[in-house]
T-cell receptor, first 114, second 111 residues
Framework: EAQVTQNPRYLITVTGKKLTVTCSQN?????MSWYRQDPGLGLRQIYY???????DKGDVPEGYKVSRKEKRNFPLILESPSPNQTSLYFC?????????????FGEGSRLTVL | GQNIDQPTEMTATEGAIVQINCTYQ??????LFWYQQHAGEAPTFLSY????GLEEKGRFSSFLSRSKGYSYLLLKELQMKDSASYLC????????????FGTGTRLKVLA
């Protein structure tokens, strides 16, 4: 089954404790991206990657890091989480050569930073 | 700047037709997408327009006018399960594939 898998789905952590949210897709998509979703603000792009070893900042990259060492994986790293990073996070991918190129989203990771 | 506007909330009755509007101002354009998102769940793809005109897909249709920076999503024969948020998104210039999302329209379908 074609899917984007994120882990963990739910996480409560404390300020300053490094964490990684993993994202993996099995569709051989070149493009992957991370979004955060906050009430009233919609989906905002954090980072995206056009292919292996190619990453770029989105609209709200501060406080986040990413890496793309393999095509299927695109982890999101919070080196020193702060309460303003409490949010619902979505990983998404699409094929750059697809007919429409719609985004396929993971199920989301709800993060709470105390 | 880049901006996408859509109404915050709409209410309609089961069996009715509802139109959700979206206006956009972006520096590049390589397609407009509509996604459906139920509360607490991931967005799922509904429709895609890159040329002007109407795209029909069962009970859902989407319209685009690039010159006006305008799109709408039309939902016919509303069902209770259509209660969800509907997100309008514009994909930027080919090569960057940057997506910009509106804040979403929360649709409530009443019995």
């Amino acid at each position: 089954e074609a899917q984007v898998t994120q882990n963990p789905r739910y996480l409560i952590t404390v300020t300053g404790k490094k964490l990684t949210v993993t994202c993996s897709q099995n569709m051989n998509h070149e493009y992957m991206s991370w979004y955060r979703q906050d009430p009233g603000l919609g989906l905002r792009q954090i980072y995206y990657s056009m292919n292996v070893e190619v990453t770029d900042k989105g609209d709200v990259p501060e406080g986040y890091k990413v890496s793309r060492k393999e095509k299927r994986n695109f982890p999101l790293i919070l080196e020193s989480p702060s309460p303003n990073q409490t949010s619902l996070y979505f990983c998404a991918s699409f094929s750059g050569t697809g007919a429409t190129g719609e985004l396929f989203f993971g199920e989301g990771s709800r993060l709470t930073v105390l | 700047g880049q901006n996408i506007d859509q109404p915050t909330e709409m209410t309609a009755t089961e069996g009715a037709i509802v139109q959700i509007n979206c206006t956009y101002q972006t520096s590049g354009f390589n397609g407009l997408f509509w996604y459906q998102q139920h509360a607490g769940e991931a967005p799922t793809f509904l429709s895609y327009n890159v040329l002007d005109g109407l795209e029909e897909k069962g009970r859902f249709s989407s319209f685009l006018s690039r010159s006006k920076g305008y799109s709408y999503l039309l939902l016919k024969e509303l069902q209770m399960k259509d209660s969800a948020s509907y997100l309008c998104a514009v994909r930027g210039t080919s090569g960057t594939y940057k997506y910009i999302f509106g804040t979403g329209t929360r649709l409530k379908v009443l019995a």
